[in-house]
Nanobody
Framework: QVQLVESGGGLAQAGGSLRLSCAASGFRFSGYAMGWSRQSPGKECELVAAITSIGGITNYADSVKGRFTISRDNAKNTVYLQMNSLKPEDTAVYYC????????????WGQGTQVTVSS
């Protein structure tokens, strides 16, 4: 059974930093590209970052480029999202998924982690 346990979210001030983690289980983690998506009320789901299966290639949404960094540790079945220079518009629920498409509906796989950035 696939499980994705996101952690590290919380409240941050604008300009601050947070590091999200996602511990994955139930599938061959090292064989999948991983992505972080986010969604806030009234807005569409947005893929903010993605990384290939062995971590050689990363991709970022323009809205976070230069501020966020995605990485992974295949030995720990974990993907990370380092978020720096946070802005209020980064406020959202963040989801990790074994996909390079925007996905904010994890169903039974996980529940996401809330990030709130105050101005």
């Amino acid at each position: 059974q696939v499980q994705l346990v996101e952690s590290g979210g919380g409240l941050a001030q604008a300009g601050g930093s947070l590091r999200l983690s996602c511990a994955a289980s139930g599938f061959r983690f090292s064989g999948y590209a991983m992505g972080w998506s986010r969604q806030s009320p009234g807005k569409e789901c947005e893929l903010v970052a993605a990384i290939t299966s062995i971590g050689g290639i990363t991709n970022y949404a323009d809205s976070v480029k230069g501020r966020f960094t995605i990485s992974r540790d295949n030995a720990k079945n974990t993907v990370y999202l380092q978020m720096n220079s946070l802005k209020p518009e980064d406020t959202a629920v963040y989801y990790c998924m074994p996909s390079v498409q925007a996905m904010c509906d994890p169903g039974s796989w996980g529940q996401g982690t809330q990030v709130t950035v105050s101005s």
